[in-house]
Nanobody, 120 residues
Framework: QLQLVESGGGLVQAGGSLRLSCAASGNIFSINAMGWYRQASGKQRELVAT?????????????NTADSVKGRFTISRDNAKNTVYLQMNSLNPEDTAVYYCNAFGKVNYWGQGTQVTVSS
């Protein structure tokens, strides 16, 4: 089993920045990657960024970032804290969504979600 605890969402003006955190606990080595997805109101959940970690011993640190956020969002990890971060810069209203932490392995785990609202 794995537990994911997210933090860092909130309200920010366009052009501002936020940093999301996702701390994992439990059977860390059962997963190969962690990342962030988002779901805007009335839309499907979409990939934001992922990073390999944990059980992917020979391929840790490989990132994948959606084209819509490249150059603005950066995913990183702190192995000692089993935490993944999403630094979001130059936010715009289209980034408004609930952001979900994801941990991927034989089982897919999801966090509870954190709201990010960008005002114009």
């Amino acid at each position: 089993q794995l537990q994911l605890v997210e933090s860092g969402g909130g309200l920010v003006q366009a052009g501002g920045s936020l940093r999301l955190s996702c701390a994992a606990s439990g059977n860390i080595f059962s997963i190969n990657a962690m990342g962030w997805y988002r779901q805007a109101s009335g839309k499907q959940r979409e990939l934001v960024a992922t990073i390999t970690c944990c059980g992917a011993i020979t391929r840790r640190g490989v990132t994948n970032t959606a084209d819509s956020v490249k150059g603005r969002f950066t995913i990183s990890r702190d192995n000692a804290k089993n935490t993944v971060y999403l630094q979001m810069n130059s936010l715009n209203p289209e980034d408004t969504a609930v952001y979900y932490c994801n941990a991927f392995g034989k089982v897919n785990y999801w966090g509870q979600g954190t709201q990010v609202t960008v005002s114009s």
